[in-house]
Nanobody
Framework: QVQLVESGGGLVQPGGSLRLSCAAS????????MNWYRQAPGKRRELVAA???????NYADSVKARFTISRDNAKNTVYLQMNSLKPEDTAVYYC?????????????WGQGIQVTVSS
């Protein structure tokens, strides 16, 4: 069992920055791809950014060049640096850990953290 705990959310003005953190409970963190999802009211949950166990990254088109995902395997932590925030970035952000194995997968979710971009 892997527990994920997000932190760093809050209220920020348009154009501002926030850094989300997600701390994992287990040392097996290094075997998992780590992802950030978000869900705005009335919308489906969407993948925002992903980082593989080897450090390759991928981003949704809507956040490219503004958000950066990174991981510190020594601290079992993944980060999402969010710059030039827009009101449409307002959502609950979820940390996700995923490991695909032969015949299945292991997947864990954090509890979610609110990010509000508003003046």
């Amino acid at each position: 069992q892997v527990q994920l705990v997000e932190s760093g959310g809050g209220l920020v003005q348009p154009g501002g920055s926030l850094r989300l953190s997600c701390a994992a409970s287990a040392s097996i963190f290094t075997a998992y791809a780590m992802n950030w999802y978000r869900q705005a009211p009335g919308k489906r949950r969407e993948l925002v950014a992903a980082i593989t166990s080897r450090g390759s990254t991928n981003y949704a088109d809507s956040v490219k060049a503004r958000f950066t995902i990174s991981r510190d395997n020594a601290k079992n932590t993944v980060y999402l640096q969010m710059n030039s925030l827009k009101p449409e970035d307002t959502a609950v952000y979820y940390c996700n850990a995923l490991r695909i194995i032969l015949g299945g997968q292991y997947e864990y979710w954090g509890q979610g953290i609110q990010v509000t971009v508003s003046s």
